[in-house]
């Protein structure tokens, strides 16, 4: 049997100065956020405008998972968007 890929979503205003992408920039308003370890080692963080079909890497992703794990980074992402001020992936 396969094992699915580690996988979060959650949904985040982002603070002022938004959150950068390596695609389009910086983004703002309200974004859904997804982390997932499709290798077991490295995570890949994206963004999207909530309710839109376009998704974007953010930047600084991929990078390694931490040894407090997915779900540790997925936070710390979570909370950087929410800081703004061209938020990355925290390393």
């Not at 890929?5 to 992408?21: C, H, I």
């Not at 909530?50 to 600084?60: K, L, P, V």
């Not at 407090?68 to 968007?81: E, F, I, N, Q, Y």
């Amino acid at each position: 049997m396969t094992q699915r890929p580690e996988r979060y979503l959650d949904k985040v205003t982002a603070g002022p100065g938004g959150v950068m992408t390596d695609d389009v920039g910086v983004i703002t308003g309200d974004l859904t956020i997804v982390t997932t370890c499709p290798d077991g080692r490295h995570a890949d963080v994206t963004v999207q405008y909530t309710g839109a079909e376009e998704w974007y890497t953010m930047t600084g992703s991929p990078v390694p998972v931490p040894p407090t794990g997915l779900r540790a980074l997925h936070d710390a992402v979570l909370a950087a968007a929410r800081a703004g001020g061209g938020a990355e992936v925290p390393r």
